[in-house]
């Protein structure tokens, strides 16, 4: 009877951990950019940061408020400061820029994106908050 209830206690340790493993693989910060539209305005594109932290399957995802994200534009051989903003409550931070290659720093997470900005759009880092 004991070697039964061990039995059963043991398989179920081996089956949340497997669930606990393919959960966490799925665990990883992912950006994703969306398409806005293309409409300039004096020449100027819309670019939105989205920065949302996620604390894992079990913890939720919480829009990451006062962060500073950099701006370097790309000049032909390197990237240079270009500009900075702060994200609001809810984790965006907008900016207006002329078209080009630019690359984002979110400063707090030490995280980087390059993007070439032909249109208007947006960048949404869903940041891995335990696998950082």
Known sequence: MNRQILLALAIMVIVLMAIGMYEGLKYKTEIYVNNLGDSQTNGLYILKVDVIINYGPFGGKSPLASAVIW?????????SFYTYNFTDGNGIATFNLPPGQYKILVTQLHLSYTINLNQNKEIIIEYAYLNS
């Open 71 to 79: 701006v370097y534009k790309y000049n032909g051989s390197t990237y």
